[in-house]
């Protein structure tokens, strides 16, 4: 196979179980071929795209129940990876769910939260989940419709890519009309949750309301919304934005017994305090992603202002982090 001088390589090791073989997923724009080694061979030779990272419909039904076992008791962080190396170093260090974040994807892609296309993001869920062993939640966004049939023939498609959450919020993007009409919102979630039934996955609905940070920042209102939600099917309830005990106990209390998640995008509280408030999982959102390009940006500033480095001095060592994508 010829790789063309000059070309972006994304390489992707695999063995096959029990093969004592090694493959290797080779690919630019302008080539895709699969080369396979076999056991002490020498030689390289063409053989058929390798299959997902899993493919087993056996295991996807297993993260799914185990993503709903850590909803059942205790509190627990999913932090939001933004690409697959983020999500491969998150899991590394133990984390036992992750949830992709929009915002952070969309960085990636030089776009503003919210500027990806469905098929973007459908894409970005299946590289995520094939790259780690946890359990994911798919940041699905608005359900990139608006009608309930066309959310639901979009969570069909999610469904699809081996997530074992998703996602859908209530945030319509016009600042002058930042949710969704009550009923609509609700229906979008009841035809969110008939996709994934009809899939057969057990995958776990999230409803969000997106008050607090659209603009709209009503507890009553984010209450009986949440409410609605947890009625229609969703299995988990989430109002980005409250921060303060009171709200986040309200929340707890409104949707019982059912699990609560908190965003936490800076350092209003802990671990131990949210699980004291009943909150059962902790999301970071485009946080680390935040963190991470506030890193980027204070070196790259310094080299641009004052011509000086120092700030790479305190960067990860090359091969510390290299032998982590080992």
């Not at 170093?89 to 296309?117: C, E, H, I, M, Y």
């Not at 305090?273 to 390009?293: K, M």
């Not at 001095?313 to 090359?318: D, G, I, L």
Request: contains cysteine; proline residues 5%.
């Amino acid at each position: 196979m010829e790789v063309p001088d000059g070309a972006l390589l994304n390489v992707r090791a695999r063995g096959e179980p029990g093969s004592g073989e090694a493959c290797c997923q080779i690919t630019d724009n302008r080539t895709s071929a699969v080369m396979k080694t076999a056991k002490n061979a020498s030689k390289l030779a063409l053989v058929l795209p390798l299959p997902p990272a899993y493919n087993s419909a056996m295991e996807i039904a297993e993260r799914c129940r185990a993503f709903r076992c850590l909803h059942e008791s205790g509190c627990f962080v999913i932090p939001n990876p933004w690409d697959v190396g983020s999500a491969r170093l998150l899991a590394q260090l133990g984390f036992k769910a992750l949830a992709t974040t929009s915002s952070g994807f969309a960085w990636t892609l030089g776009r503003p939260d919210n500027g990806v296309s469905l098929s973007e993001a459908l894409e970005h869920f299946r590289a995520v989940a094939q790259s780690v062993d946890v359990p994911i939640n798919a940041d699905f966004e608005g359900g990139f419709a608006v009608e309930p049939a066309a959310v639901a023939a979009n969570v069909a498609q999610a469904a699809e890519t081996g997530v074992a959450g998703i996602s859908i919020e209530d945030f319509t993007g016009d600042p002058a009309h930042p949710l969704f009409d009550f009923q609509l919102s609700v229906e979008r979630i009841r035809a969110a949750r008939k996709a994934i039934r009809e899939s057969g996955k057990d995958i776990l609905l999230v409803g969000r309301s997106e008050g607090f940070i659209a603009g709209r920042p009503d507890l009553t209102e984010t209450l009986r919304r949440l409410m609605a939600y947890a009625e229609a099917g969703a299995d988990c309830l989430y109002a980005p934005g409250i921060r303060s005990k009171q709200d986040i106990v309200a929340v707890v209390q409104a949707v019982a017994p059912k699990p609560v998640n908190v965003l936490v995008g800076s350092d209003f509280t802990t671990v131990a305090e949210l699980a004291a408030l009943g909150v059962r999982r902790i999301s970071v959102g485009g946080a680390l992603a935040r963190a991470a390009w506030s890193g980027f940006l204070d070196a790259a500033r310094e080299i641009a202002e004052r011509g000086t480095f120092t700030a790479l001095a305190r960067a990860v060592p090359f091969d510390k982090l290299n032998d982590r994508f080992r």
